[in-house]
């Protein structure tokens, strides 16, 4: 009387090695399911479209399709009203983006959850992308990022007609690494400084008198650079002259 997920295994022939059968509770209305291996374990995740609002549920089990766990997950503190998820084995812990039918126009988010399927952060108040409206996502893992592709609805000029087009964005899991701090010049009352990184990254700078600023203290100077680059350059002014500055380089990417 109403839509499950099952699962199967099969081998890279087709033929089917185990049925486990049905993952999803009876009592549930499911669809729209999606499954990684974390090299021990699936997590898979699906849609419960029981009237009024569609939930994710969460199913972790093993090679053998015996359930572990079960869990519905959350945005944040809510229950997200989530549809068509796409979940992702990064390496290190799962990426799950997301349908969200909270608006008039839905938008896609991004889950991380750790090992054994357990949220470890949701970015859950703003989408993934910046859009008047995005749904259905589909995500791959590349060995370093993740892409994905979805449906958009940005240059739909009439509610009424059917304008969409489909996207692709890259996002990477790793943060940049810096390398060459030097200083270029150094003049009465200003430097330059300079450094290169790993990937294109902006530009921020603490800086201060005193204490070497690798004991954690809170800088109030800060030097910033919306410029996206591997060779990075700025210069800072109005410094003292004749004193001795410590500088604290932060690179970030876009992700």
Known sequence: GGRQVLFARVDTTGRVVSYPGVMSLPAHSARTPTVAWNGSNYLMIYEDFRAPLSSLQEVMFNKKG??????????????????????????????????????????????????DGNKISALGDWPVVNSAGSLAPQAVWNGSGAGFVWTDFRDQENPRDNNTEVYFNVFDNLAPTVSQVRVLEVRDREVTLGWNTSELSDIEVRYDMGKDLGTGQIVEKVAAQDNW?????????????NTAYHFRIRARDVN
């Open 229 to 241: 680059t591997r060779e990075h350059e700025i210069t800072i002014s109005n410094l003292l002259p």
């Open 66 to 115: 015996q359930v572990l766990g079960r869990t519905q997950f959350e945005r944040n503190d809510e229950i997200a009203v989530g549809t068509k998820p796409s979940l992702i084995w990064a390496g290190d812990k799962f990426l799950m983006f997301w349908q969200d039918e909270r608006w008039k126009k839905p938008q896609v988010f991004l889950a991380f959850l750790d090992n």
